[in-house]
């Protein structure tokens, strides 16, 4: 399993990212993808989910109606659109993927937001 994020940097407040996952190893139009997010001193946490076909979303409270996820089977690829972006967002984010009851990661991307 490989996960490879790109599309991270440095964004002003109020601004936009995006991110995207290349997956490869497993039968990425079978699994459910997430985005994680490590601030710098915390935990890593949930940001979004989607599932298979794409028809379902979760996202954590504090990025509803800024963020979304979606994903692209035909190119094994999973994004995260990041609009209205502020300091609190900070942080490496992770693709992930639950494939034979382990969690598989990416290297991460860094998402610095900053003026």
């Known amino acids: 399993v490989q996960l490879v994020e790109s599309g991270g940097g440095l964004a002003q407040p109020g601004g936009s990212l995006r991110l995207s996952c290349a997956a490869s190893?497993?039968?990425?139009?079978?699994?459910?993808m997430s985005w994680y997010r490590q601030a710098p001193g915390k935990g890593r946490e949930l940001v979004a989910t989607i599932t298979t076909g794409g028809d379902s979303r979760y996202y954590t409270d504090s990025v509803k109606g800024r963020f979304t996820i979606s994903r692209d089977n035909a190119k094994n690829t999973v994004y995260l659109q990041m609009n209205s972006l502020n300091p609190e967002d900070t942080a490496v984010y992770y693709c992930n993927v639950r494939w034979m009851s382990n969690d598989y990661w990416g290297q991460g991307t860094q998402v610095t937001v900053s003026s």
């Open positions: 190893g497993f039968t990425f139009s079978g699994k459910l």
